[in-house]
């Protein structure tokens, strides 16, 4: 449910207690600003926030640690012939 601030002010319990049941959605001049959850959905994203994944880069960056360790490096090619700009290719050669 979506409370404005000063509802939510003048009603704290009860936006609480809502909390139980689903995220209670502050706004501020019909925008949102802040949420209320339960503990244990705060739990569910606090989980969800340490198990995630390393990104694609950081993934490559790891493989080029274990390729210089060998004594090898992962090669990365141009984009293409005409010598546009690669991005990924870019952020994959800082150290």
């Known amino acids: 449910m979506n409370w404005s601030v000063a509802e939510a002010k003048q009603r704290l319990s009860e936006v609480v207690r809502e909390a139980a049941h689903g995220p209670q959605i502050i706004t501020n001049r019909e925008r949102p600003v802040a949420a ?31 390729l210089a360790e060998e004594g090898t490096e992962l090669p990365v090619a141009p984009r293409d012939e005409q010598g546009r700009p690669n991005p990924f290719a870019d952020l994959l050669d800082t150290p």
């Open 36 to 66: 209320l959850v339960s503990m244990e959905d705060l739990r569910l994203i606090e989980e969800a926030r340490r198990a995630r994944s390393p990104s694609l880069a950081q993934r490559f960056a790891e493989l080029r640690q274990i």
